[in-house]
């Protein structure tokens, strides 16, 4: 239980550079010289590392273990985001984006498979809830410090509170030793790796449905954490430390959302709690659309938070249960690909969006998300047979 709160710690810290760019961006482009939709560019290079080092990590995870893995990732991940706070040109932010993501990738594949081979699904379920917790430190932290016109001094805080999650793994390494004679979880879907039986996957629709939800969902999280200030900043003319509040707030929606979602899994199934998110976003989407301007925004952006939230992890543990069980290791790795392609394609298309200057449709690209999670989670739940998805 103690090593279950230490990888809980963990994901906080794993989420707090999440929404860093986005908040802070509208503060720091001026100074780097660098145009405001440059920051897709940066969200790319910080994706496309964290798929390359999640893909290439087995041998590294196998050599040495999940516990000194997570260390070093986290001291890595440290400092990214301290080089950042001294980075005076767009090129620093490049590289300091590449180095994060790399980071990340290891450390969220490593703790993904150590979670799924040692623990329960609820803990899985409660394993995002304590990442979203981390999402909403950071535009908490810049929101502050943004007010006295110093976004480097929220990135130094967050760069300490990292390095103190990094302490905590490193006391906790001896914790991490107890299981290092069970067998990976890489090592138990080796077999199925070398063969995964594609066609079965890609001829099943529910399992297609269940991928459009996780890439539109991931779509809708990264335009509201990453982009939704600068949707804020540009067409409802914000300041940038009050449109970073509303995504703490849009952060404290998720959390909520998350631990609903966590605790009504013990009393009801993971495709009812789905469902219920799906018919929510509708709402929330529409009170963003016809939302004019002041606090309704904040309760836009909640309920965004709030309904989104449960999504995508009850969808990443119910996709396993409509496949044969000798295709769920293969499925496993289209799910994350799934996500990682939406967290890909969200930074192009808004930086398509802001150089086009028409960030006015922001509200619609969250409404045909949120269409395509209905409509997808419509035919994933339709004709359930009992005990499919308990």
Not at 179 to 207: D, F, M, Q, W
Not at 306 to 330: D, M, T
């Amino acid at each position: 239980m103690v090593l279950l709160f230490v990888i809980f710690v963990i994901f906080i810290g794993m989420g707090i550079p999440h929404s860093l760019l986005g908040v802070s961006w509208t503060a720091v482009y001026g100074d780097i010289g660098a145009s405001l939709s440059s920051v897709s560019i940066l969200m790319i290079i910080t994706s496309s590392s964290t798929v390359i080092s999640s893909l290439l990590c087995e041998r590294l995870i196998k050599r040495l273990g999940e516990g000194r893995v997570s260390f070093g990732c986290m001291l890595t991940a440290a400092f990214a985001v301290l080089m950042t706070s001294f980075a005076r040109n767009f090129l620093a932010f490049c590289v300091s984006c590449a180095i994060l993501g790399l980071g990340s990738g290891i450390i969220e594949t490593a703790l993904n498979n150590y979670v799924a081979l040692h623990y329960k699904a609820k803990h899985m379920n409660f394993l995002h809830c304590f990442y979203a917790i981390g999402i909403t430190v950071s535009p908490l932290v810049l929101a502050l410090s943004l007010k006295d016109g110093e976004w480097q001094r929220g990135y130094v805080i967050i760069s300490v509170v990292q390095l103190a999650v990094a302490a905590i793994i490193l006391v906790s390494l001896p914790l991490w030793k107890k299981t290092a004679l069970s067998p990976s979880l890489s090592e138990a879907s080796c077999g199925a790796a070398e063969k995964p039986p594609l066609l079965r996957i890609l001829k099943n629709p529910k399992v297609i449905a269940g991928l459009i939800i996780i890439f539109a969902s991931n779509i809708v999280e990264y335009a509201c954490g990453s982009f939704g200030s600068s949707y804020l900043v540009t067409v409802k003319h914000f300041s940038s430390d009050l449109a970073a509040s509303v995504i703490t707030v849009y952060s404290i929606g998720m959390i909520v959302g998350r631990f609903a979602g966590s605790f009504l899994s013990l009393k009801i199934s993971s495709a009812k709690i789905l469902s219920f998110s799906a018919v929510l976003l509708i709402c929330a989407g529409l009170c963003l659309a016809l939302s004019p301007c002041g606090w309704l925004l904040y309760v836009s952006f909640f309920l965004v938070g709030f309904s989104n939230g449960p999504i995508c992890p009850n969808i990443i543990f119910l996709i396993p249960g409509v496949i044969e069980k000798e295709a769920r290791g293969a499925v496993m790795g289209f799910e994350i690909a799934a996500g990682y392609v939406g967290v890909l394609l969200t930074p192009v298309l808004f930086g398509l969006i802001m150089n086009m200057e028409i960030m006015e449709i922001y509200p619609s690209v969250i409404g045909i998300m949120t269409v395509g999670i209905v409509v997808s989670t419509l035919l994933f739940v339709r004709k359930r047979k009992d005990g499919v998805y308990e």
